[in-house]
C-alpha cells in the first residue's frame, strides 16, 4: 500500500499482494478469525482475550438477548459473544471488514450472526430495528475519536437495556458516557493493560439504562 495522501487512513487506499497471502488469522476460545489488511483487530492478541471475555461477563446474556455490535471490525466480539446470544448484529463502517466478518462466521459456523456495512447514524434506524429485532444489549468498541454524536443519538433511540463500552481512550469514552447519562448509569468499570510499558489501557464500562421510581 503506498499512500501518498498527508494522513494515515487507510480504508481509500489500493491493496497490492506481490508475494504471499492477503490476510493472517488469529485463534481465540476455539475461534479462528481472518484479518485483512484493512480490518481491525486488537494489537495484543493475548490481552484481546482477557478484554472480549470482561465485555461478554459485562452484557450479563442469557441465550436470549438481541446484541447490537458497533464498530464491529471483522466480527471478533459479534463472533465470541454469539453462543451467549439469540442474535447478534454487527455494524462496521468499513466493507472490508464486514466482509472478512461475514467469512468469520461462516468458518467458524455461527449462523447467528449478520453483519452491515456503512454509517451507524444511516443504519441504525426505526426501520433497521423494526426489521432485525430491538437490541436487549449494545456493544460498542469505536475508534479513539470516541463516538459520533448522531451514534450516541442512535443508541439513545434504540434504547437498549444494557450498554458496554469498550474504549482505547478513556477520555472520549467519559465524553460519551457523560451524553448518555441522563438515560443510562455506570454500573461497572474494568480497565485492562493492552499496552504495556505506556500509559495506554482499554476500559470496558458497563452502563444500564435508568428507571423512573
Do not use: W
Not at 23 to 36: A, D, R, S, T
Not at 80 to 108: C, L, M, Q, R
Not at 150 to 155: G, L, N, P
Request: charged residues 25%.
Amino acid at each position: 500500500m503506498i499512500n501518498e495522501k498527508g494522513n494515515d487512513t487507510i480504508t481509500d487506499q489500493n491493496i497490492h499482494v506481490f508475494k504471499g497471502c492477503d490476510h493472517i488469522f488469529e485463534e481465540m476460545e476455539g475461534l479462528k478469525f481472518i484479518i485483512g489488511p484493512k480490518s481491525f483487530y486488537q494489537t495484543n492478541s493475548s490481552q484481546a482475550y482477557e478484554l472480549y471475555k470482561i465485555a461478554r461477563d459485562f452484557a450479563s446474556l442469557s441465550g436470549k438477548e438481541v446484541v447490537y455490535d458497533l464498530y464491529t471490525g471483522t466480527g471478533t466480539i459479534a463472533c465470541f459473544v454469539a453462543s451467549k446470544a439469540s442474535k447478534v448484529i454487527g455494524i462496521e463502517y468499513v466493507p472490508e471488514a464486514i466482509t472478512d466478518a461475514k467469512i468469520n462466521a461462516e468458518n467458524n459456523s455461527i449462523a447467528n450472526t449478520s453483519f452491515f456495512a456503512g454509517d451507524m447514524k444511516d443504519i441504525l434506524t426505526k426501520d433497521f430495528i423494526a426489521e432485525h429485532g430491538h437490541p436487549d444489549v449494545i456493544i460498542t468498541d469505536p475508534p479513539r475519536a470516541g463516538m459520533h454524536e448522531h451514534v450516541i443519538s442512535a443508541i439513545l433511540f434504540a434504547a437498549p437495556e444494557r450498554i458496554v463500552y469498550v474504549s482505547c481512550n478513556p477520555a472520549t469514552q467519559a465524553r460519551d458516557i457523560g451524553l448518555l447519562s441522563h438515560n443510562y448509569e455506570v454500573i461497572k468499570v474494568q480497565p485492562v493493560d493492552m499496552f504495556p510499558h505506556t500509559h495506554h489501557v482499554e476500559n470496558v464500562v458497563l452502563l444500564e439504562k435508568r428507571f423512573e421510581k
